[in-house]
Nanobody, 120 residues
Framework: QVQLVESGGGLVQAGGSLRLSCAAS????????MGWYRQAPGKQRELVAA???????NYADSVKGRFTIYRHNAKNTVYLQMTNLKPEDTAVYYC??????????????WGQGTQVTVSS
């Protein structure tokens, strides 16, 4: 069983910064891709940023230049450094990972989500 546990959400004023963390635990052989998604009220869940094991990244256009994703592979942890936050960044942020487990099977997992609220 694999679990993703997020932390670091909260309330911040516009222009402020937050760092989200997500740690994966369980019987893990490898994690190919880790990323962050978000879902605002009344909207669909969307990709914010993702990173593969070799360091390749992709970002939503709306966060480029403001958010940075990075990983600590040995700790099975992914981070999202968010700067210059805007009210439109308010959402529940979810960690997501493609995890290789027993017998080299890969499964996709989600965290429980962490709330980020940006006040104007």
């Amino acid at each position: 069983q694999v679990q993703l546990v997020e932390s670091g959400g909260g309330l911040v004023q516009a222009g402020g910064s937050l760092r989200l963390s997500c740690a994966a635990s369980g019987t893990i052989l490898n994690i190919n891709r880790m990323g962050w998604y978000r879902q605002a009220p009344g909207k669909q869940r969307e990709l914010v940023a993702a990173m593969t094991t070799d360091g390749s990244t992709n970002y939503a256009d709306s966060v480029k230049g403001r958010f940075t994703i990075y990983r600590h592979n040995a700790k099975n942890t992914v981070y999202l450094q968010m700067t210059n936050l805007k009210p439109e960044d308010t959402a529940v942020y979810y960690c997501n990972a493609d995890v290789v487990v027993y017998l080299n099977n890969e499964y996709n997992y989600w965290g429980q989500g962490t709330q980020v609220t940006v006040s104007s």
